[in-house]
């Protein structure tokens, strides 16, 4: 059974660093194939993906925000975390993390995000 | 950047009516490797997660009711769900895995 659950520090202030785990279990990203994916939805801007990572460590990131982001991984602990700096309030969002394998089969729950000084 | 435009941006159903749902890609999705279009759609409820429905088109996620049917290629995909039942009633989003994803803005399924 796949799982996958996102952590965040709920809200921050702007210009602050956004650090956000997943913990997923059901699947290993050392597996041939294996990618997991950052997705976010915001009421203004809808569902935007913003970074993947894969199997091998290849990392892909959305070119809008790529300069703000870094992706990474914790194979032995099955987690894939995601920063992103100098947040903004337009950045204010659910973080979703998704299993990604060309269509996101299993999503996390999700983590509400409220940039806010 | 690929563009998806969904069309409508809402619809007003009765239960047991067959509705349609537009996709628009600003350009093709269709992998000349392999034939395979890369676009997914999703149905999302309210406070709940996206759910995939159908990728690669028109395969349907193990568990999908048939009700639910992913259709077309190149550019232009269209999601039919057959006979709606109030537990359709929900947001649904096209996705395109060509290049970097991106979503369409949306379809909120309504109850006339």
């Known amino acids: 059974q796949v799982t996958l659950k996102e952590s965040g520090p709920g809200i921050l202030q702007p210009s602050q660093t956004l650090s956000l785990t997943c913990s997923f279990s059901?699947?290993?990203?050392?597996?041939?194939?294996?990618?997991v994916g950052w997705i976010r939805q915001s009421s203004g801007k809808g569902l935007e993906w913003l970074a993947n990572i894969w199997w091998n460590d290849d990392k892909y990131y959305n070119p809008s925000l790529k300069n703000r982001l870094t992706i990474s991984k914790d194979t032995s602990n099955n987690q894939a975390f995601l920063k992103i700096t100098n947040m903004d309030t337009a950045d204010t969002a659910t973080y979703y993390c998704?299993?990604?394998?060309?269509?996101?089969?299993?999503w996390g729950q999700g983590v509400m995000v409220t940039v806010s000084s | 950047d690929i563009v998806m435009t969904q069309s409508p941006s809402s619809l007003a159903v009765s239960a047991g009516e067959t509705v349609t749902i537009n996709c628009k890609s600003s350009?093709?999705?269709?992998?000349?490797?392999?034939?395979?279009?890369?676009l997914a759609w999703y149905q999302q409820k309210p406070g709940q997660s996206p759910k995939l429905l159908i990728y690669?088109?028109?395969t349907r996620e193990s568990g999908v009711p048939d009700r639910f049917i992913g259709s077309g290629s190149g550019t232009d995909f269209t999601l039919t769900i057959s006979s709606v039942q109030a537990e359709d009633l929900a947001d649904y989003y096209c996705q395109q895995h060509y290049s970097y994803p991106t979503f369409g803005a949306g379809t909120k399924l309504e109850l006339k």
């Open positions: 998704a299993r990604d394998r060309a269509f996101f089969d299993y």
């Open positions: 059901g699947f290993s990203l050392s597996t041939y194939g294996m990618c």
């Open positions: 690669l088109a028109s």
């Open positions: 350009q093709s999705l269709l992998s000349s490797g392999n034939q395979k279009n890369y």
